[in-house]
């Protein structure tokens, strides 16, 4: 069987791997790996984002005491991703396909030496045969420090592998322009740049993970806007992905169509960085005004009318309009106190070059 995708992540999430009482749906997971083996024996290059940790924990501890979010999701994940991951290694290996895992923390994409470690370590494990199974490692994370969820990761990981399609899988068939519990409801196929559909979802997390179809179809646009496709499916649904991959059109899935140029690494990094931002540059309205029209190049010193917090060269920074709006976000040329000496001042170097520089 041919596919139309050489590359693809794949994120399933905690309502698709459990049952209504919490417990690992094994005969589910089960039949994910079939069709991610089958997949991967076609030459489809996989890279699997797996939630599914702190349930499978819960269901084989009780703490003996009350433990505040965070510990106790430290615990339950320290038991349970190795339950976890042991079950997708036998379940791979009855399909002779050989599995790695990769845990990961937020702080692992917060620079760029450490991206690109990341990045590398994955792709020798695609190109020695190995496909990578990830998670983020809950047993060290604290909440500041967490993904929104692993629809975040996901969108992170898409990006940073240069996959050509993301496959998110939930517990309903995409985006809906309506509550599922009103009668007419529809499901949204197709899902162009720069469509707004903020008024279709609400914000709130699913009942087993973290995340909610906001942070989902957030996070499905912007990864759509960096040159890859994304589907938001039914990973509940009998060969979800095997038919998904063979015919997007004839599936009820809602379809994110990517930007028809990718942009760099580099840019694809910075685009997902906002969060590891060490300062703030704020700009004056005619700088603002250009990089709304997408005339503006470079973020030089004469359009910036003040700075925020300590920053070093090569730290991200967001770019703000006057009224404290984020604009655009990128890695800085200079530092804090470099560019305090040149500011409002013609003549001088970028401080954030356009080619790193992300606009939002």
């Known amino acids: 069987m041919t596919y139309k995708f050489s590359k693809i992540a794949v994120k399933i999430g905690s309502n698709v791997l459990t049952r209504d009482d919490g417990t690992l749906d094994v005969t589910r997971m089960s039949a994910l790996v079939d069709q991610l083996a089958l997949l991967w024996k076609a030459g489809v290059s996989v890279i699997l984002i797996s939630s599914g940790a702190v349930a499978s924990g819960k269901s084989e501890i ?30 791979f290996r009855e399909h002779h396909v050989p599995v790695g895992q990769v845990l990961t923390t937020k702080e692992s994409f917060g620079t760029r030496g450490h991206y690109l470690n990341q990045r590398n370590c994955m792709m020798a494990m695609l190109e020695n045969g190995v496909l990578p199974i990830v998670n983020e490692n809950d047993t060290v994370s604290v909440t500041e420090l967490m993904f929104t969820d692993n629809d975040e990761l996901s969108g992170l990981i898409a990006s940073m592998m240069s996959v050509q399609a993301l496959v998110i899988l939930s517990n309903v068939d995409g985006v809906y322009d309506g509550s599922l519990s009103e009668e007419h409801a529809c499901l949204i196929r197709n899902v162009g740049l720069g469509d707004d559909l903020s008024r279709y979802v609400q914000s709130g997390k699913s009942s087993s993970g973290r995340g909610g179809m906001w942070t989902k179809l957030r996070i499905a646009q912007k990864v759509a806007g960096e040159g890859i496709a994304v589907f938001i499916a039914n990973g509940k649904r009998e060969n979800v992905l095997t038919g998904l991959l063979q015919s997007p059109e004839g599936f009820p899935c809602t379809f994110f169509h ?103």
């Open 62 to 91: 009780s703490t003996s005491r009350r433990l505040d979010s965070v510990s106790q999701r430290q615990v339950y994940s320290a038991v349970g991703q190795v339950k976890l991951i042991n079950r997708y290694y036998e379940l």
């Open 258 to 360: 990517p930007a028809l140029q990718s942009m760099s690494s580099v840019k694809k990094w910075i685009a997902h960085s906002g969060s590891f931002a060490k300062g703030a540059v704020y700009v004056n309205g005619t700088m603002a005004e250009a990089i709304r029209d997408g005339q503006v190049l470079s973020i030089l010193p004469v359009g910036v009318a003040r700075i925020d917090g300590g920053f070093e060269r090569d730290d991200i920074v967001r770019i703000l309009d006057d009224e404290g709006r984020q604009i655009a976000i990128g890695k800085s040329n200079l530092s804090s106190s470099e560019v305090s000496e040149v500011l409002g001042k013609h003549g001088q170097k970028p401080i954030v070059h356009y080619d790193y520089l992300y606009l939002e």
